[in-house]
């Protein structure tokens, strides 16, 4: 399984299933998973009865799925037990 380079296709360029799947190094199956299982599914257009999908949209789906950091994460409540609260008293 060869590794695709998007970076260097117009986001116009049409890929097959498997070109798309070399490039996410994963299965032609996952990538039937991905459009029939996600939700939203990967977008795809059909020519000839066969599934090809524009490298452009592809990356905005991927981007779209990528998880958000949530800003709050960074900052835990600690809720003072007994022992801290000693501690904090001994200081």
Known sequence: MALIDLNKYED?????????????????????????EESPGLPFVTI?????????EVKRWIDAKAVQKNPRA??????????????DAAA
């Open 12 to 36: 116009h360029i049409l890929l097959t299933r498997d070109d798309l799947a070399d490039w996410l190094a994963t299965t032609a199956r996952t990538v039937t998973r991905m459009v029939t």
């Open 48 to 56: 000839g009865g066969r599934q090809r999908f524009r490298v452009g």
């Open 74 to 87: 960074d900052k835990v409540a600690v809720r003072p037990t007994l022992r801290t609260r000693r501690a």
